[in-house]
């Protein structure tokens, strides 16, 4: 009988004007082991805004199908419907759904619902919980500036946002943006410095076109992939210097792959050698301006 069955795998994720949520992808992921592991057939359809090269519902032949599993989510609405009337040949099953009101349409049209949860049910883990296990990728956490304006013709601020952001995009990383700024009346930014060290301490990496962004990096142990967005170079390429830091791009210079090269060697050696840095930082191993600021006071006292 299994050879005589094809599937078609549906949710929120399917629809033009449905959203994909790591959830709801995840619960999928679910699905589809459980229906490979028994050998069954099926295809997974995709929004085309989110998947642009998967399985649309413009391109699905209904015919092709036996049955459709819809998965995740609330069983609701309109959009929900019309796969009832698109595929009322198809035997439909929604699993892993929530259901609002049992008697609406959308649910009715199920010849069965495995619900998450409902009216006088009991609740079941969602599905999620159960997903194959996921490859770990870094956490990254970008802090990118558009201001410093005091560098007037040689600022490359824009086109070094854009470039990075950019070749992020097309990475495959956890990218937390983040802001050196401090803020006490916005919950969205941190207050204190060790607010903010939280956060860096535990990333893998941090890309960067500003002075703190890899100087904060480097005093939490972790590397960081600095573009100086100046042209000719300015105070970003000075302080990875006195740093000795080596992982820095020139705007001038800036192309994947150089990026590429300097991400592979960040998340390798680049580690330890943060890790490095920090432990001079913190035993004080090459004198700054601060070390000097009593001789100065009293120098310039005496004068």
């Known amino acids: 009988m299994h050879g005589r069955r094809k599937i078609l795998v549906t949710g929120w994720f399917s629809f033009l004007h449905g959203e994909a949520t790591a959830g709801d992808v ?15 057939a099926h295809d997974t359809v ?18 092709a199908y036996s049955h459709l ?7 609701h609405g309109e959009q929900v419907e019309e796969l009832h009337r ?9 699993v892993g759904v929530s259901v609002v ?31 194959p296990g996921l490859r770990a990728v870094p956490a990254v956490g970008v802090i990118l500036t558009h201001g410093q304006r005091e560098y007037g013709g040689r600022r490359r601020h824009g086109e070094v946002a854009d470039a990075v952001t950019g070749w992020l995009g ?26 903010l060290e ?17 100087v904060l990096a480097l005093r939490a142990g972790v590397p960081a992939l600095v573009v100086d967005p100046v042209a000719g170079g300015a105070k970003v390429t000075a302080q990875a210097r006195a740093c000795g830091w080596p992982a820095l791009v020139p705007c001038k210079q800036l192309a994947p792959g150089a990026l590429e090269r300097w991400w592979r060697w960040c998340l390798a050696e680049g ?16 004198p700054d301006g601060a070390d000097r600021l009593v001789a100065a006071l009293d120098a310039a006292s005496a004068g």
């Open 271 to 286: 580690t330890e050698e943060a890790r490095r840095i920090a432990a001079g930082f913190g035993a004080g191993a090459v």
């Open 101 to 131: 009101d049992p008697d609406s349409p959308a649910v009715t049209g199920f010849h069965r619902v495995l619900v998450r949860d409902a009216p006088g049910a009991g609740p079941t883990p969602d599905l999620a919980a159960r997903a």
């Open 198 to 214: 939280a956060v860096l301490s535990r990333l893998d990496l941090v890309v960067t076109d500003r002075l703190h962004g890899l």
């Open 69 to 75: 599993v819809f998965v995740c989510g609330p069983a």
């Open 86 to 94: 698109r595929f009322a040949h198809c035997v439909r099953i929604a």
């Open 46 to 63: 995709w929004s085309p805004g989110f998947r642009a090269d998967g399985l649309h519902f413009a391109g699905v032949d209904p015919a």
């Open 26 to 40: 995840l619960a999928l992921d679910r699905v589809r082991a459980v229906l490979r592991a028994a050998g069954l």
């Open 170 to 195: 097309g990475k495959d990383c956890a990218r937390l943006e983040l802001e050196t700024r401090l803020d006490t009346r916005d919950w969205r930014l941190c207050a204190t410095p060790g607010q």
